[in-house]
């Protein structure tokens, strides 16, 4: 049962701790004033896979600066251009990827 709290706690996060079942508020309060760039960048991500790319780029661009590692900066603002190049050539096509 342990385990799927933390699912909804980690679901919560990403979509600003909207309707999770999760019964541990501490819990929620620890999530919600974290700012370590791990989560920012599982937001990113999952953003990412939801097709919200533009919050996805905030957020990776967001991980990048709260890192204190020059490698995962750099990992996070490539990802983060990377998907800013793609949204930027899915508009230039009417939206569309087969346009």
Request: one cysteine or more.
């Amino acid at each position: 049962m342990q385990g799927i709290c933390r699912s909804g706690v980690l679901i919560a996060l990403v979509f600003s701790l909207a309707g999770s079942d999760c019964r541990d508020s501490a819990a929620k309060r620890r999530i919600r004033g974290s700012t370590h760039h791990r989560l920012d960048a599982a937001r990113a991500h999952l953003l990412e896979r939801a097709g919200q790319h533009a919050e996805a780029i905030h957020y990776y661009r967001q991980a990048a600066q709260r890192t204190i590692s020059t490698p995962e900066q750099n990992y996070l603002l490539l990802h983060a251009a990377r998907l800013s190049d793609s949204l930027k050539q899915q508009t230039s096509f009417g939206g569309s990827k087969f346009s």
